[in-house]
């Protein structure tokens, strides 16, 4: 999972400078330096980095949880990002293999598998 910290330097990446991140998130200038410094962001601020990126918002939401918790709390959402990207891959992953499938099918004598069950890391796959 990334930080908070590496979402701004991908925002600056996209937009050129810290400066013209704040204009586009409607910020001042303070505001991303406060942001990169602590590497903490509000929930609304993650919000629009996420627009802006082009990115799902619930990724950078995450991210913000997890620099703003400590202890208990924080484990749990650091678990929840896990499971948050194990899931994913599983959607990226089934996607691939439909494609595959599809695009495939007519040159090689394969056999389609689909997702059965998903517990945790094991993923059991049946022909």
Do not use: H
């Not at 908070?4 to 925002?11: E, G, H, K, N, S």
């Amino acid at each position: 999972m990334k930080t908070i910290t590496a979402y701004v330097d991908d925002l600056k990446e996209i937009t050129g400078s810290d400066y013209a991140t704040a204009k586009r998130m409607g910020v001042r200038k303070e505001c991303v330096s406060v942001i990169r410094k602590n590497g903490r962001v509000s929930d609304e601020a993650a919000i629009k980095m996420a627009e802006i990126l082009e990115i799902d918002p619930s990724e950078i939401l995450i991210a913000a949880a997890i620099a703003r918790s400590e202890g208990e709390t924080k484990k749990a959402w650091i678990a929840l990002s896990k499971r948050a990207g194990i899931a994913a891959t599983i959607v990226l992953t089934t996607s691939l293999m439909s494609s595959f499938y599809e695009l495939k099918s007519d040159n090689f004598n394969c056999q389609k598998y689909t997702l059965c069950e998903v517990s945790d890391t094991t993923l059991k796959i049946d022909p």
